[in-house]
């Protein structure tokens, strides 16, 4: 879909957070995914070229929608496609453009179709952002901690597969649901991560794709009802987003959440998630959007970064690694255990992931380094490993910030004992 670029404007949201629902629609009547991605993407780019001279027409999603389908149209072959051609003949307007065409679930629908039961889950999952979230490759393969190309491949494959299954676009049933759910609350929560904290680029936040995200698992929690990691993943997002306002300064630059105004997050958010994620762990069953949003909700409630219970928040970070190996949750456990243990605990347990695959030359690992040797007083060494946590990034906002750390000490300002953001 629409490519991430170094500066979005209002008409580059607008497409971004319309593109799902129009393709989700095209999919649904055209039963071809890789086809209905192209034919999007023109339409996309008929707006771009159109929408500045003409304006924004009443009904965009419309507009798109019947400039991508005659786009269709006009790639296929026979008299059934010159009937479509014919049919569909005219200038685009608005009036009835796409009416009975498009539904507001459709780009549910269209995550649904990408977590096909014959690709992997990684492989769902990357194309689904593609399709559904319009991040690009090179932000999918920093996701996933995969090399660009490897991630480009992989898409690839998936779309192939889609392809060659001949499945129909439509609502699946409850089997097939369950089925595949796994991999959409995995897609979703991935989608938001690069909406809250874009991988890249000048912007700390893409609100377009983090809104999305939002909105979907509001789709799938009142879908699935039942499901414990559904409303899990709901709280968990409900409560993340609820300090996005006052995770930017007014250039937008990084404030880390001991430097954050709690008085500017939203206590409505805040307090749907904590409802939604008591009511969830009432039923017994716990999985890993469970623990992330008690985790959340633990932060939520606390009035000050040193007031948080930084035990619980380590306990909670204990069981989330033995659910999923991931070696992120491993790195916050350490976090939160030197809250509470001091920062040479935390120094010695970073040593267990040193020579972790996934981690290998990642920003957080020396981000995180850095914050504890800084605690702990060794003022060069956090200098150092501050400045390799910039290098090591691809966010503006957080290269920014980490620099500034680093120039900071330099100039003698004393070491924080609050935990990174």
Known sequence: MVEADSAVSPLEALLRALAPQVLGAVTRRAGDLGAAEDAVQEALLAAHLAWPSEGVPANPAGWLYRVAWRRLADRQAGDAARREREALAGPVTDAGAADGEMKEDDALL?????????????????????????????????AFLVPEATMAQRIH???????????????????????????????????FNEGYAASAGPELVRPELSSEALRLARLLQALEPEHPEAA????????????????????????????????????????????????????GAVGPFQLQAAIAALHAEAPSVEATDWRQVATLYAALERLTANPLATLSRIV??????????????????????????????????????????????????????????????????????????????????????
Request: charged letters at 25%; aromatic letters at 2%; one cysteine or more.
């Open 110 to 142: 269209l995550l649904f179709l990408c977590c096909h039961p014959a690709l992997t889950p990684p492989s769902a999952i990357a194309l689904t952002l593609r399709a559904v979230g319009g991040l690009t490759t090179a932000e999918i393969a920093r």
């Open 157 to 191: 494959r998936a779309r192939e597969t889609i392809a060659a299954s001949g499945l129909a676009f439509e609502p699946p049933d409850r089997v097939e649901r369950e089925r595949r759910l796994a991999s959409v609350l995995h897609v979703l929560y991935l989608m």
């Open 232 to 283: 899990g993943l709901l709280a968990l997002l409900l409560l993340t987003d609820a300090r996005r306002a006052a995770r930017t300064g007014p250039s937008g630059e990084l404030v880390p959440l001991h430097e954050q105004e709690r008085a500017r997050w939203d206590r409505a958010a805040i307090a749907e998630g904590k409802l939604l994620i008591a009511r969830t762990l009432a039923r």
């Open 336 to 421: 939160a255990e030197a809250m509470v243990q001091g920062p040479a605990h935390g120094l010695a347990q970073l040593a267990v992931l040193e020579a972790h695959a996934r981690l290998a030359g990642h920003h957080r690992l020396e981000a995180v380094r850095a914050h504890l040797l800084e605690r702990a007083g060794d003022l060069s060494g956090a200098i150092r490993s501050y400045r390799a946590a910039a290098r090591r990034t691809s966010s503006v906002p957080e290269r920014n910030y980490l620099a500034l750390k680093a120039a900071r000490l330099t100039h003698g300002t004393p070491p924080e004992g609050s935990a990174p953001r």
